[in-house]
């Protein structure tokens, strides 16, 4: 069964893996931000969500980090996890970020209308320690999300 067959099934619309080998940011200690979805205007997210298939790692490498957002918060859809071998890794998270957060309680289930002006991308941010993300060696992570667009017709 293909990844997208079973996130659809799972209830997720889009899904995108990431490796090591993805990465083009060469300076050490510098985050790279990944695109992954684009998110429609009028759209509701009601989902997102990673797995991590292989921890991340690299010979100087002690620290990686992702966070799942976009251009108004980096961290609106999953907050920033830690996803190295060297560290507590986290294999999974699901709408930990802002955008599910109403401060009262930990996740909220209504999701997160985009009523903006225009289309916006959702990003991954990977923020590495230790070494430039181009050094790491091994990694592979799987972003899921359910975006439902608003204004198409059923």
């Not at 990844?3 to 659809?8: C, I, P």
């Not at 921890?55 to 918060?73: E, K």
């Not at 209308?113 to 289309?119: E, F, H, L």
């Not at 430039?132 to 439902?148: H, M, N, P």
């Amino acid at each position: 069964m293909s990844v997208l067959t079973q996130a659809s099934q799972l209830g997720f619309t889009d899904v995108k893996t990431i490796k090591y080998s993805d990465f083009a940011e060469t300076v050490s200690g510098t985050a790279e931000t990944i695109s992954l979805f684009t998110v429609p205007k009028d759209s509701i997210v009601e989902r997102v969500g990673y797995y991590l298939v292989t921890n991340f790692d690299g010979a100087s490498s002690s620290d990686l980090t992702v966070a799942i957002g976009d251009s108004v918060d980096p961290n609106g859809y999953v907050a920033e996890t830690i996803i190295h071998e060297d560290a507590t890794e986290v294999s999974s998270a699901v709408n930990s970020g802002a955008y599910f957060n109403d401060g009262t309680t930990a996740n909220t289930v209504n999701g997160k209308v985009w009523d903006g002006a225009s289309d916006t991308t959702m990003t991954a941010v990977f923020d590495p320690t230790g070494d430039s993300l181009t050094d790491f060696t091994a990694g592979e992570i799987r972003v899921f999300a359910k975006i439902i667009d608003l204004s198409k017709d059923i």
